[in-house]
Structure formats: C-alpha cells, structure tokens
C-alpha cells in the first residue's frame, strides 16, 4: 500500500546519542526510483551512512511494516554503512510509492528515517496497424478503395503519412490522432494511369509516423501493390486500309485503344507484323511487300498479352486497281464531309498520270479531264485543279447531292480506283503556308501605308488593319453563271457575288468586321476570299487564333495570324 510521506525536515530526524556523539548522517540524504510498465526494472541504488569514527552497530526495517517491493543489502552491520536499494515494481499498478529505511545504531537514541520514493509510469502506448500490406488489380481503372485502421494500444497517438513513394497511390486523412475506443480509417486509392500492363505488381508503400511511442514504433509501413493488366485491344481505324497489288512495303496507322508500350503486337492474318507503339491509342505497323503481292482483303489485329487477348480484326484491301487512301479539305487537309464547290484532294498510290500537270482552262472553265485523268462525284464531273500520281486535286460539283457515302469514282487512263464521300451545305478550310496547323495564307493591308503584305512576323498586323483570308468549302452562295461547277470567275463580272449573311470571324477572340466575303477574280469559284478588320479586342502575339464560321459548318482549330 502507499505511505503518505511525511515533510522531509521532520522525516529525516538525525538521532543524536544521550553523550552528544557526532549524527548519524545519510549519503545521499533520500532515493527515488522510476519505472515505466512492462520496462526493465530499475538498478539499484547506494546510499551510506556514518556518525563521525563511530563503529556502533545498526539494524534496519523498512516502513511501512509489509512493503514488499524494496529490499535492502546488507540491512545490519556496523559503522560506516555502505548499503544496496534495489526496488522491484513488477506488480505495481500505475502510482507513486513512498516507504523509508529506519537505520538504528546502538549508543544513537532516535533512528535515522531515510525516504524511499518509488514512481511506476504507464508504458507509452503504441500504434496498431490492422494490416501491413494491400494489394490492387486494374482493370477496372480505378480499382474500388481498400481502407485499414489505426488503433492505440493506450494513451493518444499522432500520426502523420509524409510523402507517398508512388504517384500512382494516394490515401486520405495524411495526419490525425488515435484514440482509445476511436480507431482512425485510412483509405487507400490507386490508379493506372499513365502505366503500361505489366507481369509484375507495381510496388509503392505508405509510411506512417507516430509521435509519443516507443522509438520502434515511431515508423510503420505499409506495401502496396497494384497489378496492372492488358485490356483486349480494339481497333477503330487503319489508314491506310487499302493497297495497289504489287506495291512495295505499306506502313498502316492502326488506331484503336488498349495500346501499351513493350506489349502491343499486331498481325496480318497469321503474319506478325513489325509494329511500332506510339501511344495507347495509335501503333504502326509494316505490311511487307509479299502480303501485298495478290488482290483480296487482310485481317489485321493487334494482340495484347493475357488476360488482354486479341482484337477483332480490321480489314486492309489489296486492290487489283488503284486505290484511293483519303479524300480531304485542299486547304484544311481534314477528311469529314465535304460541300458543293469545294476543292478537294485525293491520295492514294497510281491514282493519277505519271506525269503531273495543273488545272486547264476552255472558254472560261476549267476542265474536266488532265492527263486522261477524270474524277466524278455523285455521278457528277469534277473540274480537275492538279494531277499527280498519288495525288489529285478537284472542284466538289455544285449539283452534287448532300448525303453520306457518295459514289467517288478516278478514271486513270480508264483504270478506275473508287471511294465514297459525305457532302454537306458547308464545310469551310483556311488555307495555311504550310501543313496543317499554323499560319494562314492571308494578306494583311496597312491602313497606315495603303500597301499589302504577306502577314508573318515581319509584316504583323495592326489593330483596324484589314486581313485577307482564303478558303474553301463555303457551299453554294452564287450560281448566276450557268453552270457554275469549274466557273472562272472573269475580271468584267461586276458586281462580285458575296456570301450572304456574311461569314463570321473572330481574331484573337474578338468578333471582327467582314468587309468582304466572294470570289476571287481570275479563280475558280468556290476559291472564297474574306476581308476582315482586326479588332480591338483582339490577342496579340506571334499565334493569333483565327476562327471563320459559314453556316453551320467552322475553319479549322490551329489557324493562326501575327498581330501586334
């Protein structure tokens, strides 16, 4: 049981003897000991005592009578006395223990009461993790969240989870407090993406940091890991998806999904292919020439590793006769529909006359026919523009009709390579200085020095500087001549059909004022040309995004000017 204390000046009474001998003088004057639950017990502890050169023999008794958990070595003797406390709380409930050694010494009247202070601590708790490890499998993407809690084996516990080591995971809360009777949640989320399928388990973990708790239980970890599998690929698209029998090794673009670096192949029936990832969405492969040296049609699939599997297969033509690869925007370059009077290109691989040649003009239209080469669309003809051999250029007839999959038919020295196209009422194209995306063909008129210039980073236009733009694919808008497919429009024509409404423009964001929207003299109609003002509100820079809306149909995104 405990011993209240009493005060130490009253409890460390120094016996004196009846003939006035020298004190019984304790060295040190008390002990304590202190104890954490569950720990290694306390060492022991000297203490002397001594009354000047007596040597008076001396007992000992440890008070309160009963006290169990002090022992004391030697506990009779003579003086001077050199004694050992050792203390043993093992059983002791959490508190503070006090007792005293009572040190009798014969010839001394009062003994000499030494106090004994005995403390016994809780054991810091700890903290509980209810798992050290999980484990994940995609797909699905992102696999359903798995959560794990943290208990406390007693007291309060903080934590905190610093940087996790994979980006691929993540889990929520990142810091709290553990409480008795309130365990803390964890959950835990993954996901795949950005990371190719792969035999082996991704591995991250989370580091937990507890504050308050044994030092070896200050870090726990858990391991995580994630087993990304293959989907089953699909292919949407080959381009392209025909060849002329005979011709030399194709390269084909294969889009689809479930690509993946180091694990995607494709084949041709039973031929494995050559194939060149690009990203999850588009690999390229190489059709070898003796795959194309016979007429009829090629399962191509692409195969991912299990449990991914094969695609359904995407069929590529060897034709017998020329082939037509895609038909596109001459100023856009984009497939889609296409509108009465616009000009189009073909590709393809001996569509067109070895040798190549430009657009011919009679008694004011252009022709029909260059090279022994014709092209008709809807059954109509098309004024030819350029021929090459893997390259033509058209006019879309104004009296075609506007639907899905109109018949396309190239007559190559009566060799006949056929296609279909979708026509709509609009299907506007800028036309650029080169490729596909980047800066417009476009003239830019000073209203400060009256002349015309090419617009480029040395001739930027200013804010109410007028620009002219060329395009193609605004659909019909004038058929006064008659007919009007292949018409040249002549420099007498007066005044010059426009669109009407007007088309829209905006330049660096801001609606601009369309001075002009009509034909070009001496070009073909269907050549459109557009005068707009640049406007105040416009952005500036080397980039300057120029939108043209006809109809329903929009010029091309990536269409840019110079304004400064």
Request: hydrophobic content about 45%; overall charge neutral; charged content about 5%.
């Amino acid at each position: 049981m405990n011993l209240r204390f009493v005060p130490f000046s009253i409890a460390l009474a120094i016996a004196v003897s009846a003939a006035g001998q020298t004190p019984l003088t304790p060295a040190p004057a008390s002990l304590s000991f202190t104890w954490v639950t569950g720990g290694t017990l306390p060492a022991s502890q000297s203490i002397s005592v001594k009354a000047g050169t007596s040597t008076a023999a001396f007992t000992t008794v440890i008070a309160p009578l009963g006290t169990q958990w002090m022992t004391i070595t030697p506990s009779a003797g003579v003086l001077p006395a050199s004694m050992s406390v050792l203390v043993n709380p093992s059983e002791l409930p959490v508190g503070v223990y006090n007792a005293a050694i009572q040190l009798s010494a014969t010839g001394f009247t009062s003994p000499l009461s030494i106090p004994i202070t005995l403390t016994v601590e809780p054991a810091p708790p700890t903290l509980i993790l209810s798992v050290n490890a999980l484990s994940f499998t995609t797909p699905p993407n992102p696999p359903a969240t798995q959560t794990l809690t943290l208990t406390t084996s007693g007291g309060p516990v903080p934590f905190s989870i610093p940087a996790l080591s994979a980006t691929w995971l993540s889990v929520t809360p990142t810091s709290g407090v553990a409480l008795p009777g309130s365990p803390v949640t964890l959950t835990v989320s993954v996901t795949n993406t950005g990371l190719a399928p792969a035999a082996a388990a991704y591995s991250g973990k989370i580091t937990i940091v507890a504050t308050g708790v044994p030092s070896a239980n200050v870090t726990q970890t858990v391991a995580v890991s994630m087993v990304v599998n293959a989907l089953t690929p699909t292919i949407t698209n080959l381009y392209p998806s025909a060849a002329l029998m005979g011709s030399a090794a194709v390269t084909v673009t294969i889009t689809g999904t479930g690509f993946y670096k180091g694990g995607t192949t494709a084949s041709a029936g039973a031929t494995p292919l050559q194939a060149t990832y690009v990203n999850p969405t588009t690999i390229s492969a190489v059709l070898p020439a003796t795959i194309l040296a016979t007429a009829g049609t090629i399962n191509v699939t692409v195969v991912n590793p299990a449990p991914g599997g094969v695609s359904m297969p995407a069929v590529f033509t060897v034709s017998a006769t020329p082939v037509v690869q895609a038909i596109v925007s001459a100023a856009s370059y984009a497939a889609g529909a296409v509108s009465p009077g616009e000009f189009i290109t073909m590709f393809g691989t001996g569509i067109g006359p070895a040798v190549p040649a430009e657009m011919s003009v009679v008694a004011g239209y252009a022709t029909n026919t260059l090279q022994s080469t014709s092209v008709t669309i809807d059954g109509q003809n098309a004024p030819m523009i350029y021929v090459s051999p893997n390259q033509i250029t058209v006019q879309v007839p104004y009296n075609v009709t506007i639907g899905l999959a109109k018949a396309v038919a190239v007559n190559n020295s009566g060799v006949i390579a056929l296609d279909t196209v979708d026509t709509t009422a609009t299907a506007p194209g800028l036309f650029l200085i080169s490729g596909v995306v980047g800066q417009c063909a476009a003239l830019r008129y000073s209203m400060t020095s009256g002349t015309y210039s090419v617009n480029g980073t040395t001739s930027a236009a200013l804010v109410g500087d007028i620009m002219v733009f060329y395009l193609t694919g605004e659909g019909i808008y004038d058929l006064t001549a008659s007919p009007a497919t292949g018409y040249i429009v002549p420099g007498t024509l007066n005044p010059l059909p426009q669109v009407s409404p007007l088309p829209t423009v905006t330049i660096g964001g801001a609606p601009a004022t369309v001075q002009y929207a009509g034909p070009m003299v001496g070009g073909l109609l269907g050549l459109l040309q557009i005068n707009a003002v640049v406007p105040a509100g416009s952005t500036k820079g080397p980039s300057v995004p120029v939108m043209i809306t006809i109809g329903a149909g929009a010029t091309q995104a990536g269409a840019t000017i110079v304004v400064k």
